[in-house]
């Protein structure tokens, strides 16, 4: 089989296979965008395969990501989460996420979704899909546009880029290539 990426890696395949570009469910829950969010913003800078390995760690160390607990950790909480090696021990991530999840928590009260700001900037569906990673943008108005509004709204580590990123991860981008076999399966 043709991957986009991932092949040779059991864990990598996996996350190519069932995860990436394939959407969300129709309502999905606000703490699996919040992890997808925080785990894209903990990637930047370092590799996709270094994230997956530690996952399992990032949801144990942020409580599942449920966006009430998060937004309630403390110096405590920042503390214990620069001492876990399980995850990624970088403190302007660590702040992020937890800023992440209290904006989230705000958006929540003020009657807003995450789900439908994402999904607000999904671009329209590629015409023909992608014949190399080169073709493939880093960054698009859509993700711009969402950076912009995530900002306003008070989160952080989301950039374009890793917004972007996001954007794939859950579906709402099918940048798998045109020889991928996942591509084929949705046809």
């Given amino acids: ?35 997808r969010l925080v785990l894209e913003g903990f990637q930047s800078g370092l590799n996709w395969i270094m994230i997956l390995r530690k996952r399992e760690a990032f949801r144990v160390a942020f409580a599942g990501f449920d966006p009430e607990t998060v937004a309630g950790f ?17 403190e302007r991530k ?17 009657g807003g979704r995450l789900a439908d700001i994402f999904t607000e900037h999904a671009p329209s569906p590629a015409l023909t899909p992608p014949e190399s ?23 952080r580590f989301v950039g374009p880029v890793t917004l972007y990123s996001t954007m794939q991860a859950i579906g709402l981008v099918n940048d798998h290539l045109a020889s ?7 046809a």
């Avoid at 394939?22 to 699996?32: A, I």
């Avoid at 110096?75 to 970088?90: F, H, K, T, Y």
Wanted: with cysteine; charged share 30%.
């Fill in 1 to 35: 089989m043709e991957r986009c990426f991932g092949t040779g890696d059991p864990l990598y395949e996996h996350y190519h296979d069932t995860e990436w570009g394939r959407p969300l469910p129709d309502d999905p829950e606000e703490s699996l965008l919040l992890e």
């Fill in 74 to 90: 403390g110096e405590e909480d920042v503390a214990r989460l620069m001492a876990d090696s399980g995850i990624i021990r970088n």
């Fill in 94 to 110: 660590i702040r992020a996420a937890i800023a992440n999840a209290k904006a989230l928590v705000a958006l929540h009260v003020a």
């Fill in 133 to 155: 990673r080169d073709e493939i943008p880093t960054r698009t108005p859509g993700s711009e546009a969402l950076s912009h509004r995530l900002k306003n709204l008070g989160f």
């Fill in 180 to 186: 991928c076999w996942v591509r084929e399966t949705e």
